[in-house]
């Protein structure tokens, strides 16, 4: 992570004022829907992920076919982690879309509680 650029300051304020909790949504190819199903969460944290990376190392496709994309899962969760843990982020809650859908960011249901 050092060798990453910093990060934007009003990004990480951002998520410091949600309480560190971000909202991830996509299909179920998404970075964020692999995560849910190593984790068997649809909130977790970073070290969630991690722990979902070990779990899938040394593993075939055919050993992760519960995954849509098995090829793409190590590949997806040590970026989202990377990520989570550069911008501070505790957590992420996960909401399956058909797509990313810009609807939803106008949509205050998703964004309470």
Request: aromatic letters at 12%; zero cysteines; a neutral charge.
């Given at each position: 992570?050092?060798?990453l650029a910093?990060?934007?300051d009003a990004l990480v304020a951002a998520i410091a004022r949600a309480g560190g909790m971000i909202v991830g949504i996509g299909s179920d190819t998404s970075i964020f829907s692999m995560a849910a199903i190593v984790t068997g969460k649809t909130e977790f944290t970073a070290e969630e992920v991690w722990a979902g990376v070990l779990a899938c190392l040394n593993k075939s496709?055919?050993?992760l076919?519960?995954?849509?994309?098995?090829e793409m899962?190590?590949?997806k969760l040590v970026l989202?982690?990377?990520v989570m843990a550069h911008v501070s982020c505790r957590r992420v809650?996960?909401?399956a879309t058909n797509g990313v859908c810009?609807?939803?960011l106008a949509t205050p249901s998703y964004w309470s509680g």
């Open positions: 992570l050092d060798a910093a990060p934007p496709d055919a050993d076919r519960r995954f849509p994309q098995p899962v190590l590949p989202l982690y990377t809650r996960y909401i810009p609807g939803i």
